[in-house]
């Protein structure tokens, strides 16, 4: 759940995120993502994906629970999570020419994800803060125009 910080965040990302005409929004259904994209989509009457493959990551070997409750519960093995970052990646990549997504994720996720996307050979840990932007443009060639640019 969002703290008080948090929330203020959410209303003031509402105010930046509406310069944007998203052709879709994925979020993850972890109640941090829904909090902080609520107001959003409230003030634009938009609908979001609910994505569990955007929940955060967790490291345990234990896999029996539903993906979306793996990680408050601490479940996630390191194959399956990068299952799933990895099943993202391919689904940008096959999304070229649809328009803009906003992804409403996690900072491991998110790092998760370029990694794979620059096919890092090393595992880089990119800087990720709260209501921060990545954007990415994902064309013939993909590039990451910049990684977490503070946007509130």
């Known amino acids: 759940m969002l703290n008080k910080n948090g929330l203020r965040q959410a209303y003031l990302l509402r105010g930046y995120l509406s310069q944007y005409n998203f052709n879709q929004i994925w979020v993850s259904p972890l109640p941090r993502a829904k ?3 609520q107001p959003y989509l409230e003030s634009e009457l938009l609908k979001c994906i609910l994505l ?3 929940v955060e990551g967790c490291y345990n070997l234990d ?3 539903p993906i979306n409750e793996r990680w408050e519960l601490g479940l ?3 194959g399956d999570f990068r299952g799933r970052v990895k099943a993202i990646v391919s689904r940008v990549k096959n999304m070229i020419g649809d328009g803009e997504i906003l992804v409403v994720t996690h900072g491991h996720f ?3 994800f370029l990694n794979m996307l620059v096919d890092s050979h090393s595992y880089l840990r990119w800087p990720i803060g709260n209501c921060a ?4 443009d994902v064309d013939e060639d993909i ?3 910049y990684v977490n640019r503070t946007v509130i």
Not at 133 to 136: I, N, V
């Open 143 to 145: 590039k990451v125009l």
């Open 35 to 37: 909090q902080t994209i």
């Open 52 to 54: 569990p493959e955007l």
């Open 76 to 78: 996630d093995p390191l």
């Open 110 to 112: 998110i790092r998760e």
């Open 63 to 65: 896999h029996t629970a």
């Open 133 to 136: 932007e990545t954007a990415l």
